[in-house]
């Protein structure tokens, strides 16, 4: 069942207690409670997801940042950014981020996994050990318009029988489309038409793919995982709105066994103490979860010290190696009447048209608002191979599969839109917490472009969109780049522009990252145990060692998947 205050929750033996009902939180509690025998409590400090609107129809996604699903988090200035200061949206209910995110479906490269097989030593997250786990987690259906995907998508690569609902777009552009299209015919190459990017080869230019299913709505870890029958177990409880502000060495155990958590409220100085019997599962998340075991005293000795707060276990890794990917708008303006874009073409801007948007999505589940934004391609692209990048910084990719570009393309109005997303950053953050009060913000440094391959990559982003666009087909309807890159030649005045528009793609992973098991760098074992510790496990994106050439929520499925048969089968 489903409960929104502690007090309200039945009082039990719980197996394991996950923080956190987000995106691996879910997976977790609908895994793990398959087993009769697991009685599992979820917390989660937001709210329900159930009737959320915002969260259902994908066309209203953008609606969620920035209100009370989000935690509306803000970064620390950031030198890379010309010391600016960026909003830090993480989803703040069930679902968590899976429930507020663009829904975008994307995997990375085989060799992304590969190096945390490597790195960790365990071969269970290679690509190939790691393919049961993708069957388990996609449910492929035809898009919500119910069109012939074939030749859009290679069947073979996806899985019908998984969790989540995935599909393309249920509301194609077919005069942007053909234009996308025509462009990776014409140049070929590093454009070429790349029939399914989810290969775990994702070079070329493909069809997006998303975490929407045939009802056009928006599928997240908590409509597939935690569905009214899962809710009804007997061995399932989750409570909502109720946050978790430590956890702590369990009373009665030697050596460091911290199976108790703590749940508090900035309204109140009482605190409620709850002990799995078995495990506490941390997924928190990126942030969360290294900011309770940083309030926990789990983390850099003298910086707790500092704080006043009581150092538990020693480990200087715990908040460092934030990795996120920055984001850059890259437009072209078209020429009027250069595409067809139907009625809908001013959807982004007009009230009115979003209301009738709406009202066709509440009747039957047709019309733009079945996806997300007007985009209905991605190209994944290399910094060419004799870029001088190179001669003065090792490649950060996974290997020569690996994507460093993302360009998500589609048109807005009378633009033709390449958003661009660094995807293989060399640059690393931080998170840490600024005082012994669980409940203050915690100090979020994505460091973006503290190294200069990121901003040397981005512009080489640039240069292939400018080449992409150099396309006939595209450059008899274009206008040309728009914006100050119009402008602007030199590659100083474009890295000064790079660092002061660039976002976030709010991607950000590693802050708790898995190493081998003896190693003296890490936070959790590749079984994700925290080093040095018994009964703690940590199953989110703070885990991974490196981030993907992917939009994180794919892998963060494939983690907790794999996490869920860990679990069980250390206590089966
Ligand atoms: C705006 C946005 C757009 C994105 N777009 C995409 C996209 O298009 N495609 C894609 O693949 N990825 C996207 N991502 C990234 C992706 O959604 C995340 O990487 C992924 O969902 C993270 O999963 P997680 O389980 O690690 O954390 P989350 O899903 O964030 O879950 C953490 C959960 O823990 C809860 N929590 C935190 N602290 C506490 C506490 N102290 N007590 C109790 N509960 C707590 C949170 O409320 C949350 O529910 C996007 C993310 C955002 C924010």
């Known amino acids: 069942a489903t409960w929104s205050s502690i007090n309200e929750v039945p009082k039990t033996k719980w197996d394991f207690i996950i923080i956190g009902g987000g995106t691996a939180g879910s997976v977790l509690a609908g895994r793990l409670t398959e087993d009769q025998k697991f009685n599992v409590l979820v917390i989660e400090a937001g709210p329900n997801n159930e009737g959320v609107l915002n969260s259902i129809v994908p066309g209203l996604q953008r609606r969620l940042p920035n209100s009370l699903y989000d935690w509306n988090y803000t970064t620390v200035p950031m030198k890379g950014f010309n010391n600016r200061a960026i909003a830090y ?27 945390w097989a490597k790195v960790t030593g365990d071969s269970g997250w290679s690509w190939n050990k790691l393919q049961p786990y993708l069957d388990k987690q996609e449910k492929f259906e035809p898009p ?17 029988t998984g969790a989540v609902p995935v599909s393309i777009p249920g509301f194609p552009h077919p005069g942007t489309d053909e234009v996308t299209l025509a462009v990776t015919k014409e140049l070929g190459g590093e454009f070429h038409y790349n029939l399914d990017w989810n290969s775990g080869r994702p070079l070329g230019v493909g069809w997006l793919q998303a975490t929407i299913g045939h009802d056009g709505t928006r599928s997240s870890a908590a409509t597939a995982y935690l569905t ?9 409880h989750i409570v909502t709105e109720t946050r978790v502000t430590r956890v702590l060495q369990t009373t009665g155990t030697r050596g460091l066994d911290i199976r108790t958590v703590e749940i508090g409220s900035p309204d109140t100085p009482d605190r409620v103490l709850l002990t799995a019997a078995k495990e506490v599962i941390l997924a928190a998340g990126a942030i969360g979860t290294p900011q309770i075991l940083l309030n926990s005293g789990i983390g850099d000795r003298e910086e707790l010290e500092a704080l006043g707060i009581p150092v538990v276990l020693h480990n200087p890794s715990v908040g460092q190696n934030l990795t996120d990917h920055t984001l850059l708008g890259v437009s072209f303006g078209l020429k009027p009447g250069a595409i067809d874009q139907g009625p809908w073409a001013n959807l982004s801007f007009d009230p009115a048209l979003q209301e009738q948007a709406l009202a066709l999505w509440q009747t039957n589940r047709t019309g733009p608002y079945v996806a997300v934004v007007p985009a209905d391609h991605i190209g994944w692209v290399r910094v060419p191979e004799n870029s001088s990048i190179f001669d003065e910084f090792e490649d950060r990719s996974s290997g020569p599969n690996a994507a460093h570009i993302e360009m998500i393309i589609g048109t807005v109005a009378d633009t033709y839109n390449t ?18 009060n669980p409940f203050d913000d915690p100090l979020i440094d994505p460091n973006f472009f503290d190294s200069d391959f990121d901003v040397l990559v981005m512009r080489e982003g640039i240069n292939a969109a400018l080449r992409f666009a150099d396309a006939p087909v595209l450059k008899n309807i274009t206008t040309g780049i728009l914006g100050p890159l119009a402008n602007i030649t030199s590659d100083d005045e474009i890295d000064a522009f790079i660092r002061n528009s660039a976002g976030s793609a709010w991607h950000p992973v590693g802050t708790t990252a898995m190493s081998p098991k003896n190693a003296g760098w890490g936070v959790v074992d590749p079984d994700l145990l925290v080093k040095r ?40």
């Open 533 to 572: 510790v018994s009964g703690l496990r940590i199953v989110d994106a703070s885990i991974m060692p490196y981030i993907p050439c992917a939009h994180t929520q794919t892998p963060v499925y494939l983690i907790a998947e794999r996490a869920a048969d860990l679990v069980k089968e250390a206590w089966k």
């Open 228 to 236: 009214p029958r899962v809710r009804n177990r007997k061995n399932l």
């Open 419 to 436: 958003g661009l997303s660094m995807i293989s950053p060399a640059s690393r953050g931080s998170l840490k917490i600024q005082s012994n």
């Open 144 to 160: 919500a318009d119910n069109h012939d995907v074939t030749g859009m998508i290679d069947p073979k690569v996806h899985s019908t």
């Open 89 to 115: 949206p993480r989803g703040h209910l069930l679902g968590g981020s899976s429930a507020i995110n663009g829904m975008v479906y994307t995997r990375g490269a085989a060799s992304d996994y590969d190096r």
